[in-house]
């Protein structure tokens, strides 16, 4: 196994890759900006070092400067948690060059499918059901406009490249086309340094689902069953739950046979995710496919127990998968919450500044992943992420009272948090009879 490996993250994340690498005598390096110089997964790790000022191009998004550190101090490997260069395939030749291994898939598995318009291409060979829309991508609104009448309104633009919400659009109508089109265009072109886009139909009323996967280097894969990631603000995720209690036995197994087809097309490796849209008919559509570990990886865990983390680290290291498909169980109902330091009343406005008091739920089955402690200051330069709140139950019913109960006791101040806003989807009447969808926030929340 390695006996050392660089966190080329921050926050939540990098803490917890920190404690699965103690727990399998690994050895660790954080890397930090000068502004992150007192956060926890600095004093966690085995060694740390600064790789640049605050803002995220200087540091985090630097990969000479993380190269260099890794190189400095002897680390054999990179493990990129999520976000910033996590599914960057110029890390993963900058790491290939110098002798360090990358911890996720290679090169061509993250440009093929990073790219939106290649990654329908690919699954549409492969026999994957993909949301009708565009053959190719495209930066001409008019060419895209003649697409999206053909496609049927109302259609969802999207940035060819790129997540998290940002390059996307909903067009209800032809009138708005062209407009949305631009703007979308300009965002992604900002977010991404890519302004090609694509145009798919916009389903109603669905259901944001995502398979988790497990690839190694000898052709074994498997799935860890799916996620309800519905609950989005802005296409952004707020709640996730993990099964999806709409989806029997029957359907689990025909969606996560169509999830292993997805990797197996392009021989993936590693940890990775691949993400549908379920209609109200048990339809389903791929949508793309993250090629790192996800932020609400927790809830796999808790239902399954499997620690991803280890298992993406073997694989990294050339290990076999020593689980199989058939021992794979699907245990319980599990909710993680993500607690932000925004302020709902004002939009979501990020509220950076000095943590004053903490205190943290605990209890049976309740687990908190975080990077703050009272005193810590929350800096504007990164997301307003303070922490993952993530409970077990032995169904949906019990996660749901026993998540409320962790929030209740959940004490955030100094900055604005959005604790309140999930208590509010936790006892909204639609949410707790589970008719939700990807609009449910915005109806049931927003408009009432």
């Known amino acids: 196994m390695f006996s050392k490996i660089l966190i080329a993250n921050r926050g939540e994340i990098a803490v917890r890759i920190i404690r699965a690498c ?27 070092i600064c790789i640049g000022p605050a803002p995220s191009k200087k540091s985090y998004l630097n ?7 890794a190189l400095v101090t002897k680390c054999e490997a990179i493990h990129p948690g999520y976000g910033f260069l996590s ?5 993963v030749d900058a790491c290939q060059s110098n002798g360090i291994k990358f911890i996720g898939p290679n090169k061509e598995h993250i440009e093929k499918m990073g790219n939106k318009s290649e990654a329908r291409k690919t699954m549409i060979e492969a026999g994957v059901p993909v949301v009708p829309g565009s053959e190719n991508s495209t930066n001409e609104p008019l060419e895209a406009f003649k697409i999206a009448k053909e496609v049927g309104f109302p259609v969802m633009i999207k940035a060819a490249s790129g997540g998290g919400g940002r390059g996307m659009r909903i067009v209800r109508g032809e009138e708005e086309f062209i407009e949305k089109f631009n703007m979308a265009k300009s965002e992604a072109s900002t977010a991404f340094n890519d302004d090609s886009m694509y145009v798919e139909k916009f389903i109603e ?3 944001h689902i995502e398979f988790q996967i ?58 990775g995710t691949i993400e549908f849209l379920l209609d109200k008919y048990n339809n389903f559509y791929f949508i793309e496919m993250n090629t790192r570990i996800q932020v609400e990886h927790t809830i796999t ?7 991803l983390i280890k298992e993406q680290i073997k694989i990294g290291y050339g290990e076999k998968l020593d689980i199989t ?62 922490g993952k709140l993530i409970v077990w139950g ?43 969808d990807t609009s449910f926030i915005e109806r049931e929340i927003f408009n009432k």
């Open 301 to 307: 865990e808790l239902i399954t127990g499997i620690d």
């Open 63 to 69: 990969i000479d400067n993380i190269i260099s550190a």
């Open 205 to 207: 009323e669905p259901r």
């Open 394 to 436: 032995k169904d949906r019913n019990e996660a749901i009272n026993r998540m409320k109960r962790a929030l209740d006791e959940m004490v955030v101040t100094g900055v604005n948090t959005n604790i309140e806003f999930q208590k509010e989807i936790l006892n909204n009447e639609s949410f707790l009879a589970n008719k939700i």
């Open 87 to 91: 599914e960057n395939p110029m890390l």
């Open 325 to 386: 498909q058939e021992e794979v169980k699907i245990n319980g109902h599990a909710i993680e919450c993500r607690i932000n330091a925004e302020d709902p009343k004002e939009n979501f406005r990020p509220s950076p500044g000095q943590i004053e008091g903490y205190f943290t739920p605990g209890g049976y089955c309740v687990r908190l992943d975080s990077h703050v402690y009272s005193g810590y200051p929350i800096p504007p330069t990164y997301d307003s992420m303070i």
């Open 214 to 271: 497990l690839a190694d280097s000898y052709g074994n894969i498997i799935h860890l069953g799916e996620r309800d990631c519905s609950l989005q603000r802005r296409n952004q995720k707020v709640l996730e739950e993990a099964p999806c209690v709409n989806i029997n036995e029957e359907l689990r197994n025909k969606m996560g046979e169509i999830a292993l087809r997805a990797a197996r097309a392009v021989n993936y490796v590693s940890a």
């Open 22 to 48: 103690k727990e399998m005598g690994i050895k660790t390096v954080a890397v930090y900006s000068e502004i992150d110089r007192d956060s926890v997964h600095v004093h966690m790790a085995d060694e740390a």
